[in-house]
């Protein structure tokens, strides 16, 4: 993905917006720690907020319409058609899928600190 923002000229144009250091290269290398194997993508803005209120739900109850939006935000970052519609009846899986997700998530936080 990165060699299509730089041959599109997109990189360059958001470090001309954002200026030299928007913070994304220090993100990139901390999700490569994170997940070494599956190079996850950065969350979108829209994304991340989504993320933001989804965390602060404290129902036990994950509603279908949040399924479908957790399935599309795992398999964009993580560049996969794992979660196409995951399955409700395996809370395992669910776990697994929001636990990378808020591992993600927790990077920008720390960030933020």
Known sequence: MEKITEKTGIKKAVKWLAGEDCGCD?????????????KPLCFTEEEYQW???FR??????IE??????????YNRVFQTRRFYK???CNPAKWKELIGE?????????????
């Not at 999700?31 to 194997?37: H, M, Y």
């Not at 602060?56 to 109850?61: D, L, Y």
């Not at 997700?101 to 600190?113: D, P, S």
């Open 26 to 38: 220090e993100r990139k290398e901390k999700l490569n720690k994170l997940f070494p194997l599956k």
């Open 51 to 53: 993320m933001t209120k």
């Open 56 to 61: 602060q739900n404290t129902n036990e109850k």
């Open 64 to 73: 279908k319409e949040e399924t479908k939006r957790l399935a599309e935000i």
């Open 86 to 88: 995951p399955c409700t």
């Open 101 to 113: 997700l808020n591992g993600i998530y927790e990077t920008y936080e720390k960030e933020a600190n």
